[in-house]
């Protein structure tokens, strides 16, 4: 089922995209190569062939894995079957999300503005025999409205993705366009739905101890904007527009964009592949660390000292927001 340049809905992807767009961890060739592979050798083998050389194994088991959907248990999903329950990955990558959700969710619609992408997913999709998924290719997040009528869905996804709409154009500032992105989404949502935004924490602990952040540096996250934009121009690296935000930022964040309800979890060990969703309270977290968590010695109890005075939510390394919209 691979497919050119040119989408169609025969191919599998319905293109409502006003111009070419590519962003991948590989080139375009080597992604149009991957696309072919997964046709020909399977999806699974086109992955271990294609990308795992080009980007390791941590991206390749990423894209396979389809716990990273495990947050679905947070979203509202409704006890009618008129119209059916539906939910929007936006950004949906490799797809592994968007299989994750098309196991529990009567319709799935899995955006995103990369054709290639979407063609990996469609193969994907049809090898694991998933319906009920409507693949869109659409222009850029930052670009203006999404192109799906009011009150669409039951609930919208957001997960690693809010953080890098920013890179898509320059003449708005990061957090306008972050926000314009959020209420589109909310836009998007039926009465009693919801957003699930899942994304890092920018004071999260291990930020704090030098993780690198979105460009490849460390700190910049951390720092005052104005100094992580220096940095990022002084290492020829354009301009710092990967914004994340710390726990209070994001509330403000979604309150500007008209929600109203919003609950955090702590999804550990991140939002990325979660092995657990923890309510950020003080019980939970701690039960966490004092029984299940794998952190050992000082770093182990440094954590418990943490989330025993009540502090560990505001240095989570993500978060996974929930966000509803009113019944």
Known sequence: ????????????????????????????????????????????????????????????????????????????????????????????????????????????????????????????????????????????????????????????????VLEWVGQSRTDRSVGEIQESVLREARRCLRPGGALYLGIENRFGLESLLGARDHNGLRFTSVLPRAIARLVNRATKRGDYRTYTYSLRGYRRLLRRAGFDEISLFLPKPSYRQPDYILPANRDAIAYYFGRVSALAGARRFAAKLVAGCGLYPWVADSFAWIARVPA
């Open 1 to 160: 089922m691979a497919c050119g340049r040119r989408a169609t809905v025969g191919s599998g992807v319905i293109d409502l995209a006003t111009r070419d767009f590519y962003w991948n961890q590989i080139p375009r060739d080597a992604m149009e190569s991957l696309v072919a592979n997964a046709a020909a050798l399977g999806w699974r083998a086109a992955l271990e062939h294609d990308l795992l050389p080009r980007a390791g194994r941590y991206v390749t088991d990423y894209a396979i894995d389809e716990r990273r959907a495990d947050f679905a248990c947070l979203l509202p999903y409704p006890s009618r079957s008129i119209p059916p329950a539906s939910v929007l990955d936006l950004g949906c990558g490799w797809g592994a999300v968007t299989t994750g959700l098309a196991r529990v969710w009567d319709e799935v619609v899995s955006a995103d503005s990369t054709l290639e992408t979407l063609c990996f997913v469609a193969e994907r999709l049809e090898q694991e025999r998933l319906r009920g998924v409507t693949l869109v290719r659409i222009d850029p997040l930052g670009s203006g409205r999404l192109p799906f009528s009011d009150a669409r869905f039951d609930a919208v996804v957001l997960n690693g």
